[in-house]
């Protein structure tokens, strides 16, 4: 297997990339293409050891950085770290890449390189979010490709979902739930309702509608949403655990009796923060596209692409994609077959 | 001013909520009517000391629950004390009515015996939610009513949450915001982008988009969205805050040093769980109903009834609906005027 990792659109710089690459490489014993300017990562490759056979490098002069606007930079960048990574994919050179940074650009590289997977209708972006069981996740998509969607890409988001769960986690037969304004069936809007309806009646681990809170609390295992309110939700955690830790801090900091007590409780507080570290994940896969990406944080640390590049090993080893469109077709829910539902 | 609150949908008796009331009548020196089964309150009263002159009793036979489906059970039980609650107002017998509990049924019963704000499209829940920053909130609407909206319904929130910041808050020009999945303007779906370009031509202070992790920094007073969405975020701040804390106890209680620890914390997490009391909000005020009506938790403590009565008595005393009222129609937004938007 050979995994290709853009180690240049981090913002923490190719130092850190690299690190992680080769201890991916190292810990799962798997070929590493290090995608990038080729004079920076040999420089950077000389102060490390490592087993050479299994690091290949290949030259990308441009890089699309966090701020710009994804489809303008693809247009203008033809040979930016994300679009020779994504085209290493498509012609076979590489069997997963693994971009930190700009979500967008990589979504459209590689969109446009790798295409969908057969009878997907959108692909999507899943992000695991920390519940209150350290190590446990709740995996919530779409997080941001597809702010309008159609129930046909809500049923096939739940799809995928599950099919993540099974193949990266290993659960048998995870559960997936729809996000609402409550749980009865009489809740949520046209397009949750028409979605709801469906999914009761598909073969997968369904448990109907679930409000935000369950997130956390390990009812699912899958949450499925439109990219609007998956991106507003995300988010809202992400700002929620930002303010609990500044109180929190501040607080400590305001006397000598707290800061004591802080020392003490430590053990506590580093759970809490490995909860909320996003290092553990292994990054946000581009689900439904024909080919794995996984997309890591724009300011990744070794750890982090570490974790991406294991979670790309598993889902090219479990032939994620194969799975996906083999149980669309299975349920009657691909787009050549969605009409039945319509 | 007299303010009725219906003491008998709450989930922890009416005990608790006829002391708030009390105590409310007494610091804010207004008219209080205790509105449920009077052989119970007036069994309750004997207990008490308090100025008789401002508290009178009406009697409601009948009680709705917080699992009860809102419109079959007003239906059902014509002499609710919900429902009795908004016929006083209605009636010009109260100025306001404070209710614990099902916020359907209240919302149910306050439109039907009240209706709209003249110009009003469609009446939002307003929560306030927490910052970072203890004492501030961020006002949210809608969160509930309205899952399904059209821009005229997130322009009219704008209007209606702004008001509610200056009247209830005393900001003089509350900065309102969009809820979206990203800060630029080409984010979002049909709905916000609309919404989003009106609301950048009326005189409020608009921000434009934020995202969900404003909410918390204190970039905005008030965060406009769909019902949906808004009761998807708050429901997920919910979970949030409770899986940290189940995270902090579960860690306290399993070392002996970390219980030390946390009882030398314990001012630190006093304040913590200060800014996460929903019992310092003053309850969820529904918005664009033509008689002030505020819901409380279906568990409201004494403190948040008095609370909830606190903001009944300043939305009162402001003329906020005639706020709203004259807004809607001097920006142009009202549902009469609304025509030249589309």
Known sequence: MKIAVDVMSGERGPEELIKGALEAAAVYNINIVLVGDKNIINYILQRHTYNKDLIEIVHASEVITMKEQPTAAIKKKPDASVLVSARLVKDGLADAFVSPGNTG?????AFMNLGRVKGISRPAILTPAPTRTL???TAVLD?????ECKPINLVQFAVMGAAYA????????PKVGLLSNGEEDSKGTELTQKANSI??????????????RDIFNNKVDVAVCDGFVGNLVLKTIEGA???LYNILKDGIKSSFWAKMGALMMLPVFKR???????????GAPLLGINGITIVTH????AREILNGIRVAHELVRTNVNDIIMNKLKEYGVNKFNWFKWE
Chains 1, 2 share one sequence.
Do not use: R
């Open 105 to 109: 650009a990589t979504f459209a590289a």
């Open 135 to 137: 190590g446990q996740y």
């Open 143 to 147: 997080v941001g490709a597809n702010p």
């Open 166 to 173: 099974h193949t990266v986690w290993g659960l048998e037969n």
């Open 199 to 212: 999914l009761k009646k598909l073969p997968l681990n369904y448990v109907g509608y679930i409000e935000g």
């Open 241 to 243: 655990g930002l303010a």
């Open 272 to 282: 809490l923060k490995k909860v909320m570290d996003y290092a553990e994940y292994g």
């Open 298 to 301: 724009g300011s990744s640390s």
